[in-house]
């Protein structure tokens, strides 16, 4: 289970806003064309599509094409400004259940998303208005302060006429300077050019936060769309935590028919046949008690061996680390188990019981299918998630298969809203990972 990250906000500092300034004034610079190339795009595609609307197809190929170049270029606008270190800005899910209903249900899914048409609206109007504007700042701050801050040096370099002479002059006479007319003037240029080559960071930082600002207003994911994603996946959850209930009912209820079931039956009928030899033939009754009792023991063992699969009284006695090491001793591959919860770690017993139950499967397929010598279960918990991994020195190769093993699991945890990793490359090693959301106390 994947969770998007957000770097690290830096600290609003001077020496930081310098270090930012290359990535930002890059960013300013190459904005302005992109969204010029953007706008001129959708805007063709967009008002070709409105005047052939009539065809109907031709007109929807056009304004459908303009919806997705305008998803392109909001897409490339987030990475962009992501880049110039902005916090990342959550993207919108583009699809839903309609899209795979056919091209009509993938039609209404499109048009009627509106995360589409404020993308276009940003491409077509607000993106090249806002970088034409920040563009031109960025341009006009920039050159004045490289220009000003070296019009000492390629001053002696070029022929002025007469119109510079004049400046030249008037900025002299301003000041009452009583040095030379050109070195007034290219004192006055150096201390104009400092001081906008000063506040130059601070002005790449606000006209890059104009953008991030205008990306997240109109191109970051609605929080309704949160909600419906939480709903979708509550929904998966419950459905596989049936699901999973149901297969393991279902194999419980196959395993008892076949095993423990058939074994009382034949004593039932050995006992009933024991019971009419008991005068007549007393030896034969005496060996058909025998067998009975053969019978129950045997029965007996395939008690347990199904009962493995609940939850043990050791479990609720000493808890999941005792269970996992009871669960170990009757393995037939030599296990080791490694704890590293703490001593006060408290967990919810319905965790514990699944946790158990997924270790001793984990456990049981590496013991019947990978051909191991040694297997290791280890059990951590770190931010609210326990994580067991049973790894063993096996061949490899394992695979899901539906409605068997590895699935059952996936089944089962995806019900309790955990996930299950299976690392288990040809020649081994095979690592099964399972991660459970412990709710907080």
């Not at 009509?104 to 899914?109: C, I, K, N």
């Not at 109007?125 to 034409?132: N, P, Q, Y």
């Not at 563009?135 to 007469?162: D, H, K, P």
């Not at 309704?224 to 393991?248: C, F, M, P, W, Y």
Request: hydrophobic residues 50%.
């Amino acid at each position: 289970m994947t969770t998007d990250i957000a770097p690290p906000r830096r600290s609003f500092t001077y020496a930081n806003l310098w270090r930012s300034l290359p990535r930002e004034l890059l960013y300013l610079f190459i904005a302005f064309p992109i969204a010029v190339t953007g706008f001129a795009i959708t805007v063709g595609l967009f008002w070709a599509g409105v005047g052939t609307i009539v065809t109907f197809f031709i007109g929807l190929i056009f304004l459908v094409g303009a919806l997705y170049v305008a998803r392109g270029f909001g897409t490339a606008t987030l990475v962009l400004v992501e880049w110039t270190a902005r916090r990342r800005i959550e993207r919108p899910e583009w699809l839903d259940a309609r899209a795979r209903t056919g091209f009509l249900g993938w039609l209404r899914a499109v048009a009627g998303n509106g995360h589409y048409w404020l993308y276009l609206l940003h491409t077509m109007m607000v993106d090249f208005i806002v970088s034409t504007v920040t563009w031109t700042l960025t341009i006009v701050w920039f050159s004045i302060a490289v220009g000003g801050t070296t019009q000492w040096f390629w001053n002696g370099f070029i022929q002025y006429g007469e119109v510079d002479n004049v400046a030249e002059r008037w900025v002299a006479e301003r000041l009452n300077s009583p040095l030379d007319p050109t070195l007034t003037f290219n004192l006055v240029c150096l201390a104009v050019g400092l001081v906008f080559l000063a506040t130059l960071p601070l002005v790449t930082r606000g006209l890059t936060t104009v953008h991030w600002l205008v990306a997240r207003g109109l191109l970051a994911a609605f929080k309704s769309d949160a909600l419906l994603k939480q709903v979708a996946t509550l929904n998966e959850s419950r459905g596989a935590a049936i699901s999973a209930e149901g297969h393991s009912l279902r194999r419980l209820e196959r395993d008892i028919h076949d095993g423990p079931q058939q074994r009382l039956v034949r004593l039932q009928m050995d006992l009933a046949a024991a019971e009419r030899q008991l005068d007549a033939d007393p030896d034969k009754a005496r060996g058909l008690i025998t067998e009975a009792m053969q019978q129950s023991r045997e029965a007996l063992e395939e008690l347990r061996s199904l009962s493995r699969g609940f939850a043990p009284p050791i479990l609720l006695d000493r808890g999941l680390v005792a269970a996992l090491e009871s669960a170990a001793v009757r393995s037939t591959v030599p296990t080791r188990v490694v704890s590293e919860l703490s001593a006060d770690t408290q967990l919810p017993q319905e965790i514990e019981r699944n946790a158990y139950f997924v270790a001793s499967e984990a456990l049981a397929n590496a013991a019947k299918h990978s051909g191991a010598t040694a297997i290791e279960v280890r059990v951590t918990f770190v931010d609210g998630l326990l994580e067991i991994a049973v790894s063993d020195d096996g061949t490899g190769g394992a695979i899901t298969i539906p409605d068997h093993g590895i699935a059952g699991l996936e089944e089962r945890l995806l019900g309790l809203g955990g996930s299950l990793d299976v690392i288990s490359p040809d020649g081994g090693p095979t690592v099964v990972t399972a991660r459970f959301p412990v709710p907080a106390p």
